[in-house]
């Protein structure tokens, strides 16, 4: 009963900046690594930032010092800031997480499309 609900998406124009949530919730003993990744049309799905329990963070090079991954574990949910958005951006960004409940499992949400303009 775990669930994973992205909001944030939506149309804006090269150099914009977008604001990404990622909310849990459900039976959760507490949450592990959470991440982004996004798929564009015609494109395999690609990793973009992923932060752990304790807040260390890793990006692709392809969005580094671009966006910024968070996240507040008092609410269980994740943040991914897009700043400098390029159309190259445009994908639709899926929220992932390992939860531990009677044991470790793996969700994903179902994604929220980002379009970047030119």
């Known amino acids: 009963q775990v669930q994973l609900v992205e909001s944030g998406g939506g149309l804006v124009q090269a150099g914009g900046s977008l604001r990404l949530s990622c909310a849990a919730s459900?039976?959760?003993?507490?949450?592990?690594?959470m991440a982004w990744y996004r798929q564009a049309p015609g494109n395999e799905r690609e990793f973009v930032a992923a932060i752990t329990s304790e807040g260390t963070t890793h990006y692709a090079d392809s969005v580094k010092g671009r966006f910024t991954i968070s996240r507040d574990n008092a609410k269980n949910t994740m943040y991914l800031q897009m700043n400098s958005l390029k159309p190259e951006d445009t994908a639709v960004y899926s929220c992932?997480?390992?939860?531990?409940?009677?044991?470790?499992?793996?969700?994903w949400g179902q994604g929220t499309q980002v379009t970047v303009s030119s």
């Open positions: 992932n997480a390992a939860v531990r409940t009677l044991g470790i499992n793996v969700y």
């Open positions: 459900g039976p959760m003993v507490s949450i592990n690594t």
